[in-house]
């Protein structure tokens, strides 16, 4: 019995101090109407003052030997950072877009080029991509000769070897007939004590002919091997390129305007309570002290 009363009174409790809360609201609604309008006419000047801007994108495949880059990828972004976009902002006199950045998705072996800005600024944007690309595709070019350079003077030299052998076998091969004519006028000839000897020599120069031939053909496979692979290595480079430049986002970057506008409203909703409550708390103070309000 006594513990249902005193869930009464605390019930009754709690009703009182939300109606005096409502009725501190219900007097100072002037101060709090005040601060909403004041902050959604904020928030509305805001919305009408500032621009809707998109993300704008360039992702950039940097140049690769097989799955190696040319160059360190954070190497190629410091650099991108530090000196291409900086340089470009200049020399584009583009200083609307300076929110310009480049970054290294999840570790990726791509960068991505990011500005924001309006729709309007779509074809400055676009020129200033476009120009930093060219720089960084003319610096990894640069890149990648040096890379292909000792690659091709190796491919000339084996190019070279594969002649000489080549001119070597056609030589041997021409001896071998030689020999092969030689040998069949020796055997057709008179027997001889002389004959056996001219038989053996001739058989001993065909069989050094022979091992020299094998051995030449043997080298010129394994140059046409080595051949193939500096080509394959030459062909599995590939240089920086970009598919599309400066994409724009489907939606707005940041918050909407109509979010904007809610949200202005209910920060003024809430420093219009606050706004009340100290003015109810000022008010009591001054007439505990007999201070009229």
């Known amino acids: 019995m006594e513990a249902s009363k005193v869930d009464k009174e605390l019930i009754d409790a709690d ?35 500032t621009s809707t801007k998109f993300l704008f994108s360039t992702t950039i495949d940097l140049a690769r030997t ?30 609307e877009v300076l929110e310009t950045d480049v970054k290294n998705p999840r570790g990726s072996q791509v960068l991505v080029l990011t500005s924001l800005g309006r729709s309007a600024d779509e074809e400055a944007i676009r020129t200033l991509h476009q120009s930093i690309l060219d720089l960084l595709i003319k610096e990894q070019e640069a890149l990648i000769e040096a890379v292909k350079d000792p690659l091709r ?3 000339s030299l084996l190019e070279a070897r594969v002649k000489i052998d080549t ?17 069949t006028e020796i055997e057709s000839s008179p027997a001889s004590s002389s004959k056996e000897v001219a038989v053996a020599s ?33 062909d599995m480079i590939q240089p920086a390129t970009a598919d599309q430049v400066a ?18 409203v209910v920060i003024g909703l809430f420093l219009g309570v606050l706004a009340a409550f100290f003015q109810e708390f000022i008010a009591k103070v001054c007439r505990s002290r007999g201070v009229v309000e």
Request: glycine content about 2%; hydrophobic content about 50%.
């Open 15 to 49: 009703e009182v101090s939300l109606m005096e809360l409502w009725a501190v609201l219900l007097r100072r609604w002037k101060t709090v109407a005040t601060l909403s309008a004041l902050c959604l006419l904020i928030g509305i000047a805001a919305v009408l003052s």
């Open 66 to 95: 097989s799955s190696t880059l040319i160059k360190p990828v954070a190497a190629i972004q410091a650099e991108l950072k530090e000196s291409y976009i900086p340089r470009m902002i200049a020399a584009e006199n583009r200083a």
């Open 153 to 155: 003077k190796e491919h």
């Open 167 to 183: 001119q070597r076998i056609n030589k041997l091969r021409q001896s071998e007939t030689r020999l092969e004519k030689a040998l």
């Open 202 to 234: 001739v058989l001993q120069a065909a069989s050094l002919n022979l091992r020299a031939l094998m051995d030449a053909e043997h080298a010129i496979t394994d140059y046409q091997l080595e051949l193939n692979g500096l080509k394959l290595n030459m």
């Open 247 to 264: 994409v724009r986002s489907q939606k707005p970057v940041g918050i909407g305007k109509a979010a904007m506008v809610l949200l202005s």
